[in-house]
């Protein structure tokens, strides 16, 4: 870990600095600007969250950059993430470890890296990820066209396909039926040799007239996983590029191939706990956080931020739950779990406080406090490490943390609702 560096006079304030308010004590980190502060009694310390935390990720990762512009992130750093579109400053980027199993993602070869492709498919320039080329579909009213690959999944497995496209007329891709061959539809996909309904299909426009689309599905004989335009769909034609096939119920952020399938190890932000003012009798936790794509959906499991003993067994860990976003589960020796729920569950980004000590446990979710307190007579004592958006064992957030802010008192319900507030 680097040497911790203190705020330089007449030099703009880091954000996590506001972050601790008039807390005695405590710990801020805003990953939007990427500052942190601890506040030990009168010695405030501030610096930069990567000399501060230790960053675990054996490979690069791809982030959109402040200009909003995919570019990769080396090994063990941090992925400050942006808006390609609002330009606005996510956070960090936290996901699990994933596998591209599609090799030569952007087509550099045209249409030979489909590997299988057929009617009006050509080789094309592609603009927006880390190359510059693509595929793109021409519609004629008579001819069937597809590009896809096989091979490469296993069948009753789940699968993902995404990948980028761009309309030659720079609107949205369009997917208005059940029926695939509809004209309502632009296209439609294969995952894992069948095609799941256009109507579940997902879009993001990432600004500039490029759209991420992705579908999901069970793989099953044949395994196709790829594109198809055929003569009864939309007369509209496009370019497509960026095709990531992964095993698991939702898209993670852009992994491109060449040769090879490339796969993307897990981000692990931790801190040592004794490098920040904690009290093994009491804490209040304040996280801000979102999930991607609707990833908190389609988990059991997704971490927000734990702190244990090394191990998932004694700790307090906040999470998504299936049903329920940011559940505080608090363990400790001999006296068995708690967990007090959430709010409901949704994508969308979501600022929750919470309070653990010997009196009670209790919630506030942007600024709405939970309607029932969990009385708890112990808090997990003699625990080592903040974990980031992760558990010890897994259960990555799979999206951003914001803010995170960690103080050895509890907050009362007014405190809650205030710093649940957005």
Request: contains cysteine; glycine residues 10%.
């Amino acid at each position: 870990m680097n040497a911790r560096r203190r705020h330089r006079v007449g030099a703009a304030a880091p954000l996590a600095d506001s972050l601790l308010a008039d807390e005695p004590n405590g710990l801020a980190i805003d990953f939007t600007d990427g500052s942190y502060a601890i506040r030990n009694g009168s010695a405030l310390q501030v610096g930069r969250a990567s000399d501060l935390l230790t960053v675990s990720r054996a490979s690069s990762g791809m982030r959109y950059n402040a200009a909003g512009v995919m570019e990769s992130v080396g090994a063990d750093l941090m992925r400050f993430d942006h808006d390609p579109v609002t330009r606005e400053r996510l956070g960090v980027l936290i996901e699990g470890q994933r596998t591209n199993l599609f090799t030569q993602s952007e087509f550099a070869n045209g249409v030979t890296d489909a590997p299988v492709s057929s009617g009006l498919v050509s080789a094309t320039t592609f603009t927006g990820l880390t190359g510059s080329t693509g595929l793109a579909f021409g519609h004629d009213g008579s001819t069937n066209s597809s590009a896809y690959k096989t091979g490469v999944t296993v069948n009753g497995t789940t699968y993902t396909l995404s990948f980028f496209v761009r309309m030659d007329d720079g609107a949205a891709p369009a997917f208005g039926s059940t029926t695939n061959g509809s004209s309502l539809n632009d296209f439609y996909c294969f995952v894992g040799g069948a095609p799941p309904s256009p109507l579940t299909y997902m879009t993001a426009h990432l600004g500039g007239g490029l759209y991420r689309v992705w579908a999901t599905g069970i793989a099953s004989s044949g395994g196709a996983c790829g594109i198809a335009k055929v003569a009864t769909n939309s007369s509209r034609t496009f370019k497509v590029s960026g095709y990531q096939i992964e095993a698991a119920p939702m898209p993670s952020s852009y992994i491109p191939t060449t040769a090879s399938q490339v796969t993307r190890a897990a981000d692990f932000p931790t801190l040592a706990r004794s490098a920040i003012p904690y009290d093994d009798t009491q804490v209040s936790i304040m996280v801000e956080a979102n999930w991607n794509y609707g990833s908190g959906l389609a988990s059991a499991l997704r971490a927000s931020l734990q702190i244990d003993e090394g191990v998932d067994v004694n700790r307090l860990f906040l999470y998504n739950g299936a049903t329920q976003r940011n559940r505080m589960v608090t363990n400790v020796p001999g006296q068995g779990s708690v967990a007090l729920a959430g709010a409901a569950m949704s994508a969308a980004p979501v600022r929750t406080a919470v309070r653990v000590g010997p009196s009670n446990m209790r919630i506030a979710h942007d600024g709405v406090l939970s309607t029932s307190s969990t009385d708890y007579p112990l808090v997990p004592a003699s625990l080592t490490t903040v974990r980031f958006g992760r558990t010890a064992s897994g259960a990555e957030l799979f999206g951003h943390i914001k803010r995170v802010v960690i103080v050895p008192r509890l907050w009362s319900d007014a405190e809650l609702i205030a710093r649940s507030t957005p």
